[in-house]
Nanobody
Framework: QVQLVESGGGLVQPGGSLRLSCVTSGIIVYAFHMDWYRQAPGRQREFVARITSGGNAHYSDFARGRFTLSRPNNTMYLQMNDLQPNDTAVYYC?????????WGQGTQVTVSS
């Protein structure tokens, strides 16, 4: 059974940092494209970043330069720096390979003073 479990969210002040984790079971992270998405209240879920099975990282415009992906030990991390109030959202990890797609339950990130 495949499981993706996110953690690391919380409340942080503007300019602060968080590191999100996506712990996986039932898959080999290196064999999948691993993504982070986020969904703010009243908005559609949007792409944040991806690390491909080949190890290439891609970032959305808002994430580039502030967020960094890594994936050691069958876990994917998203280091988020210089967080701003409009980064407030539920962050989800996703794993895809061919027609297989798996999502985690999400972790809440709130950026507020």
């Amino acid at each position: 059974q495949v499981q993706l479990v996110e953690s690391g969210g919380g409340l942080v002040q503007p300019g602060g940092s968080l590191r999100l984790s996506c712990v996986t079971s039932g898959i080999i992270v290196y064999a999948f494209h691993m993504d982070w998405y986020r969904q703010a209240p009243g908005r559609q879920r949007e792409f944040v970043a991806r690390i491909t099975s080949g190890g290439n990282a891609h970032y959305s415009d808002f994430a580039r330069g502030r967020f960094t992906l890594s994936r050691p030990n069958n876990t994917m991390y998203l280091q988020m720096n210089d967080l701003q109030p409009n980064d407030t959202a539920v962050y989800y990890c996703r794993a895809t390979r061919s027609s297989n797609e798996y999502w985690g339950q999400g972790t809440q990130v709130t950026v507020s003073s």
